[in-house]
């Protein structure tokens, strides 16, 4: 079955404690991307990534970070998580940029 | 810098009422348009998508036209149901910077729809 993964589902940190939210997709699509979700703002890009190895900010790229070595995966990393980053997190992914993207289940995080 | 934005909800609705959500947008350029579902517990799913002035996208009952003079590009259905109970975003690509592939989003319609 053609998906967008992401693990975990849910996660309660704490404030500085590094953590890493894991991104996979099947479709061997070159594009991929992070969003955050929060109430009255809708979703807005945290960083995209057009290729392996190519990766750029998004919108809200502080406190974040990404890396692409292989094509399924797409990792969101926060060094040192702060409550403002508390969050609903949606990895996507396309075949290109223009293409429709797919959206994997989303990572309810909160930090304390 | 290019926007959308969707009437604000909640939306409540009874079993087989018609069904209209606004959305607007600001857009440099010729962007294509959609419209993704949220149901409770998931994640974001397209329901349709317009790439050009006067495109209808429809899926599953749902139909949005891409009216480029009012730029606007509404959900519309004609008959709801309790499944449809989700939150609603109307989005559009980027296309002032292409290359990011970014996803503007709308903040969201919640639809609630009651037997």
């Known amino acids: 079955e053609a998906q967008v993964t992401q693990n975990p589902r849910y996660l309660i940190t704490v404030t500085g404690k590094k953590l890493t939210v894991t991104c996979s997709q099947n479709m061997n699509h070159e594009y991929m991307s992070w969003y955050r979700q929060d109430p009255g703002l809708g979703l807005r890009q945290i960083y995209y990534s057009m290729n392996v190895e190519v990766t750029d900010k998004g919108d809200v790229p502080e406190g974040y970070k990404v890396s692409r070595k292989e094509k399924r995966n797409f990792p969101l990393i926060l060094e040192s998580p702060s409550p403002n980053q508390t969050s609903l997190y949606f990895c996507?992914?396309?075949?290109?940029?223009?293409?429709?993207?797919?959206f994997g289940p989303g990572t309810r995080l909160t930090v304390l | 810098g290019n926007s959308v934005t969707q009437m604000e909800g909640p939306v409540t609705l009874s079993e087989e009422a018609f069904l209209t959500i606004n959305c607007t947008y600001t857009?440099?350029?010729?962007?294509?348009l959609f419209w993704y579902v949220q149901y409770p517990g998931e994640g974001l799913q397209l329901l349709l998508k317009a790439t050009k002035a006067d495109d209808k996208g429809s899926n599953k009952g749902f139909e949005a036209t891409y009216r480029k003079e009012t730029t606007s590009f509404h959900l519309e259905k004609g008959s709801v149901q309790v499944s449809d109970s989700a939150v609603y975003f109307c989005?559009?690509?980027?296309?002032?910077?292409?290359?990011?592939?970014?996803?503007?989003f709308g903040q969201g319609t919640t639809l609630q729809v009651k037997p």
């Open positions: 996507a992914s396309s075949y290109k940029s223009y293409n429709e993207q797919f």
């Open positions: 989005a559009l690509s980027d296309l002032s910077s292409s290359n990011t592939g970014k996803l503007i």
């Open positions: 857009a440099t350029g010729y962007p294509s």
